[in-house]
């Protein structure tokens, strides 16, 4: 059976792959020693309605308000050519002169995402070979992930006349005193160098071209609706994002792991289901509630088995080797534990610490 097949197997035979994007990418780049949801995305397994089969669903995206402002505020950013989009970049990344004003925007419509990943690769290209500012307007950009390809659209990509391409990014979130939320920032980061790593694949192939590691965020300054922007550095979740997306090519080992006839195909009983998830190991985190579906299953599983990674990472790293809440309890009582371990001494000092203060306080009473 080939990998393909599998897959599908796993998806259940009437399910349609769904497709990975950029905001899944970067989720799992930001949790990489997940491998339920290596397996799952990878496979295309719809993970909201595998959630509420198993009696954990989770909401996801924008209210309509939301998504209804953000798309005004994109269209603010763009009117005119693109002039104020423009205008940012020169200002943020340090351009020399007058911001530029004579800007091609090329048409990227085709048909399907394939043809208009294929469009966007040319125009790209034709754009490099021009050795003038170009704007490609919602470009589709392809990635190569478990052997299938992953299209994904970012904003804008700005063409510079030195051959340098820019990713631009633009959020509704605000930017207040020039500084957004760092989370949402950190989000957008790794979402954008998803598009990076696409681009740098095209860049390969044209002749001058070189996929810049600084992205624009452009968001609305303070609490208007007046565009900013800020410059990112995303080498980092770059090199984070590559490296999962090269263990994601591995996910037929994980695929081979799993007992015969297993399936997630939300059509199953919830028993089967429960089987069949629990039968790949995860890597819980707090984060997860903000980007992963099954994430309520996840956080259920882990409480029950008293895991300390429910408390989060920083925590489980701080525990060393004590994995439940249970072993922490009684390696700080005493009950358990090497006292020479640096750990459990300082559960135990930790302790007599707190004993010793309520014990004064109720000494006040």
């Not at 509704?172 to 020039?178: C, E, K, L």
Request: net charge neutral; aromatic share 4%.
């Amino acid at each position: 059976m080939t990998l393909r097949e599998r897959l599908a197997e796993l998806r259940g035979p009437a399910v349609a792959p769904r497709p990975l994007d950029a905001r899944a990418l970067a989720a799992l780049a930001a949790n990489p020693g997940c491998k339920r949801r290596a397996l799952l995305d990878g496979a295309g397994v719809d993970k909201t309605a595998l959630a509420t089969a198993l009696g954990s669903p989770a909401a996801f995206g924008q209210s309509q308000f939301a998504f209804m402002r953000g798309n005004a505020f994109e269209a603010k950013v763009k009117a005119d050519g693109g002039t104020e989009l423009m205008r940012l970049l020169h200002e943020r990344l340090g351009e020399p002169g007058e911001p530029p004003r004579d800007v091609q925007v090329p048409d990227l419509t085709a048909a399907g995402p394939e043809g208009r990943a294929a469009r966007t690769a040319l125009a790209l290209r034709e754009a490099t070979a021009a050795g003038g500012w170009s704007l490609l307007d919602h470009p589709m950009l392809a990635l190569q992930v478990a052997g299938s390809p992953a299209y994904l659209e970012p904003d804008a990509v700005v063409v510079h006349p030195d051959g340098t391409w820019t990713v631009v990014e633009i959020k509704s979130f605000p930017m207040i005193d020039s500084s957004a939320d760092a989370a949402k920032v950190g989000a957008a980061a790794r979402q954008s160098a998803v598009y990076v790593l696409a681009l740098e694949r095209i860049a390969e192939v044209t002749d001058g071209a070189a996929v810049g590691h600084r992205v624009l965020l452009v968001c609305p300054r303070d609490f208007s609706n007046l565009p900013t922007a800020s410059v990112v550095d995303v080498r980092k979740q770059r090199a984070v994002t590559r490296r999962q997306l090269t263990r994601l090519t591995r996910i037929e080992d994980i695929a081979a792991a799993l007992p015969e006839g297993t399936t997630f195909d939300p059509e199953r009983s919830p028993e089967e289901l429960v089987t069949a998830v629990e039968s790949v190991a995860a890597a819980y985190a707090p984060e997860c509630l903000a980007a992963c579906e099954l994430a309520f299953h996840c956080r259920g599983r882990a409480r029950e088995a008293g895991a300390v990674e429910a408390l989060g990472r920083s925590v489980r790293g701080e525990l060393g080797g004590l994995t439940t809440v249970g072993s922490v309890l009684a390696a700080a009582a005493g009950k358990e534990g090497d006292p020479a371990d640096p750990t459990v001494a300082a559960l135990r000092r930790a302790a007599a610490l707190r004993a010793e203060a309520l014990e004064g306080r109720t000494g006040c009473h």
